[in-house]
């Protein structure tokens, strides 16, 4: 007869999910994610099967933590402003979670941006190309805009929200809010 689970799988991956996002994947070892979860080895290699598919689930778990703010951007309907809303909103968790650093998805995207990890690379992939088409699809509401300004400004957006989220691991709170002005200056 199986054992009967004793824990929330919900809640133990969010456990992992703040602690993987704290430290990175590499950084985070089985001993700490034990003593975090509160669950033995054991019970994470029967639910999850390794610390890499511990890791996918916190992944899942964080684009689930942060849906409701790609939810409202791709609702949205005010173009430019709406991007730069999403800025705004998307380092607003950082502040809601003070000892996180950055966003998740960015710190995995640039873990293993040389891993030859498939499956992370491909939920990276499809992360930053939703993000890219949601940038493309608000930038076209400028009619004034041709089809090659649209994908050099969503290129451009792309990099600066990936750069806006590695500067909110180490930028104060005003440096950050500059950090997003300036950037819809050139936009």
């Given at each position: 007869?199986?054992?009967?689970?004793?824990?929330?799988?919900?809640?133990?991956?969010?456990?992992?999910?703040?602690l993987?996002w704290?430290?990175?994947?590499?950084?985070?070892?089985?001993q700490m994610?034990?003593?975090e979860?509160?669950?033995?080895?054991f019970?994470?290699?029967?639910s999850?099967?390794?610390?890499?598919?511990?890791f996918?689930?916190?992944?899942k778990?964080?684009?689930?933590?942060?849906?409701n703010i790609?939810?409202?951007?791709?609702?949205a309907?005010?173009?430019?402003e709406?991007i730069?809303?999403?800025?705004?909103?998307?380092v607003?968790?950082?502040?809601?979670?003070?000892?996180?650093k950055?966003?998740?998805i960015?710190?995995?995207?640039?873990e293993?941006?040389e891993?030859e990890d498939?499956?992370?690379?491909?939920?990276?992939?499809?992360?930053?190309?939703?993000?890219?088409?949601?940038?493309?699809?608000?930038?076209?509401m400028?009619?004034?805009?041709?089809?090659e300004?649209?994908?050099?400004q969503?290129?451009?957006?792309l990099?600066?929200?990936h750069?806006?989220?590695?500067?909110?691991?180490?930028?104060?709170?005003?440096?950050i809010e500059d950090?997003?002005?300036?950037?819809?200056?050139?936009?």
């Open positions: 007869m199986a054992r009967k689970k004793e824990y929330r799988e919900e809640e133990v991956v969010n456990k992992a999910m703040n993987f704290k430290n990175g994947y590499e950084n985070t070892s089985m994610l034990e003593k979860m509160g669950i033995n080895k019970s994470i290699y029967s999850f099967g390794s610390k890499h598919g511990l996918i689930e916190s992944l778990s964080y684009k689930l933590k942060v849906s790609f939810e409202k951007f791709s609702k309907s005010n173009g430019v709406d730069k809303q999403f800025f705004y909103d998307s607003s968790i950082i502040y809601k979670e003070a000892d996180q950055g966003c998740l960015t710190n995995t995207y640039n293993f941006s891993s498939l499956l992370i690379k491909e939920q990276m992939n499809l992360f930053m190309n939703n993000l890219k088409a949601l940038f493309i699809e608000k930038l076209k400028d009619a004034t805009k041709n089809e300004t649209v994908h050099k969503a290129n451009y957006l990099l600066a929200k750069g806006l989220a590695a500067a909110s691991r180490v930028n104060s709170k005003e440096e950090y997003i002005e300036m950037t819809f200056k050139n936009i």
